[in-house]
């Protein structure tokens, strides 16, 4: 073994030269760090791995541009195996170990809810693509966003979509779920404002035939009808209604009426003409092909949309805020989409304004990424497609 | 008219219960424990018949397939965890079968996934007779339903062979004096018995979907029809799989869908604390 000796002489110079080398090259020696949490492996890993990269491609873009307040930005990704205990641990790491500021990309609700104590306790940001509704209830301090819109947000806006069908008498057909009483309470606020009366019925997800319910259904004669399942009793709904000779317009959530379903109703007439509705990323804009050049991925999900806006609105929270913490993030995370600021799709643009003394209204590749005080998204875009001929086309994204 | 339309829906289905109502309850006639696996019988039944559908076969041959190959492997765990564990009572070979229940879900589950499956059948539009909706495709599966109910009858009634299970349900000890071979007669039961739950699972799916879960769906309202007509009595499993069904079909009118599970179990309390021995009592014929 070689034994470098320095001297003291030779020390100090080094040092000396450091304080005074310009601030980029300093940067090396003290980045910031940011993680990614996503499920590798697991029920989740197949969304993972392209989420750390989305992540990865714009932590590269802004250290070739300088990285942000004149220091490189180290990107940690660690795997949660879509399992709360191991997402744990990985949470403990990240925070204790590597020390980073912002922990991004958590996928599954059971981890998300496991993560953010831990989070929020040691001042962590936490930015999830967790869909349920308790997640941003929890007591997190404002150490929390989630990009995914919460069933209220999705509910409103099929509501809205029934409406927009032109809708009189609009009928839900629903297993009992942890989202069946809000679904309900959102359209019935929403529905009438329309015009539109609202009835509904809890199935149970089990049975083999929904004849009966069917015609308790069509006795109120209903113009459209919500199919609210998931896929096995979607199909039986389907099918009873179609042999009831149902004729209004039919509309149901992608998750459940999906190309699976299609291919096992084997009959294209049974499903002609259904709608069905998801979130979906903001196909088109400026981020979404970022997205798509960072990733290499012709058709990104929504979450690898959403990590890249984490990434991207943390990155520009640290700029505003002057400083690399979690508080700092917190408390600047909703200065980067000011509407009147400049719109950008990047973080490196968005650094720019931000250092040049300009506001910034970040328009994300999932959506326009404001959020509410309890770090809900306030909007994003749904994709809405209508079955013919057994084949999904597009009606619109909006 | 909604109950009327209600009644006729649940006619169907409780003609489509009868059928494995029909095999668990004749097993327990002969073989004195309630076989629970019969969930996943009737699931296997199921996609055994999907198989043999999809390979080409006509309607008989794919519930012949569904009914032999649910009997086969019924009789085998039968022979391999129930009923070495009936020497110890009726309690640990009920748990056994539980737990073969769901070895043979996972089974079915490990094969063909989790995602549901069709028939290919054509899907038709209902026909109205008066007022009341009825679908011919269920007419034709309620049909093959009560051919095969007339069979089993049949079977019972005039053959050496039925007529020895009815003995030997009875009587296994004056049975087997008379010449009767039990252990023939408990094997007969379990293949013809388990045959039964298969082609039920597969008419249950006929309809609508199969998945691993098909026969866990049907496994408490089938439970509770034999329960009702009077265990280990074959035309109490008939008369309590339509009672069961027109029930919980008027259920959804009156107190919702939801809380269809709870008719299979108030009918099992009611029958227990009223009339254990169930409506029909418990002879086997």
Known sequence: ?398 | MIILQALVNGIVSGTLLAVPAIGFTAMFAVLRFPNFSVSGVATLGAFAGYLAYGAGLQMAGSLAAAFAVAGVAGLAFDKVAHLPLIKQGALPAAIASIATGLILENFVRLGFGNEPRGYDRPIARDVFIGEIRVSPQQLETMGLALLLMLLVFAALAFTRIGKAMRASADNPELAALKGIRPERIATLASFVGMGLVGVGGMLLGLDSSIDPLTGTRILLSLFAAAVLGGLGSVPGAVLGAFLIGMAEELSVLVVGSQYRAAVGFIAILLVLTLRPRGLLGERAY
């Open chain 1, 1 to 398: 073994m070689t034994t470098i000796r320095i001297g003291r002489r030779a020390a100090l110079a080094a040092g000396v030269a450091a304080l005074a080398s310009p601030a980029v090259v300093r940067a090396q020696a003290d980045p910031i760090k940011l993680a990614t949490l996503t499920p590798l492996t697991g029920a989740g890993g197949p969304y993972g791995p392209v989420m750390a990269k989305a992540a990865a491609s714009v932590v590269e873009e802004v250290n070739k541009a300088g990285g942000v307040l004149g220091r490189r930005i180290v990107l940690v990704s660690e795997d949660d195996q879509t399992n709360p205990e191991a997402a744990v641990r990985a949470a403990r790491k990240l925070i204790d170990v590597d020390k980073v500021a912002a922990i991004m990309g958590t996928w599954a609700s059971s981890v998300t809810t496991a993560v953010a104590p831990l989070c929020w306790e040691s001042k962590t940001f936490l930015c999830t693509v967790s869909g349920a509704d308790s997640i941003t209830l929890l007591p997190h301090q404002g150490f929390l966003i989630r990009t995914q819109p919460n069933s209220k947000l999705q509910v409103t806006r099929v509501g809205e979509f029934i409406l927009s069908l032109g809708a009189k008498k609009a009928f839900t057909m629903i297993p009992q779920t942890p989202f069946t009483q809000s679904t309900f309470d959102v359209l019935n606020q929403v529905l009438p404002k329309g015009g539109c009366t609202h009835q509904s019925l809890i199935y149970d997800d089990k049975k083999t035939t929904y004849r009966t319910e069917v015609d308790q259904a069509l006795r109120t004669s209903p113009d459209v009808l919500l199919a609210n399942g998931y896929t096995p009793d979607t199909v039986v709904l389907l099918k009873d209604l179609y042999r009831a000779g149902f004729k209004g317009k039919i509309l149901g959530f992608a998750y459940s009426i999906n190309q699976k379903l299609v291919d096992q109703v084997g009959q294209p007439e049974v499903v002609e003409g259904v709608y069905t509705f998801a979130p979906s990323p903001a196909e088109g804009s400026g981020a979404f092909e970022k997205v798509k050049a960072g990733t290499g991925s012709a058709n990104p999900d929504p979450y690898t949309c959403q990590v890249y806006d984490h990434t991207n609105l943390v990155l520009m929270a640290i700029a505003n805020g002057k400083a690399a913490t979690g508080e700092a993030i917190k408390d600047n995370i909703r200065k980067a989409t000011v509407s009147g600021g400049k719109v950008v799709d990047n973080a490196v643009d968005g650094i720019k304004e931000i250092m040049a003394g300009g506001k910034v209204d970040y328009a994300g590749a999932s959506g326009p990424c404001d959020f509410d005080e309890k770090g809900d998204i306030l909007d994003c875009k749904f994709r809405y497609e209508q079955i013919k001929a057994g084949k999904f086309t597009l009606v619109k994204i909006a």
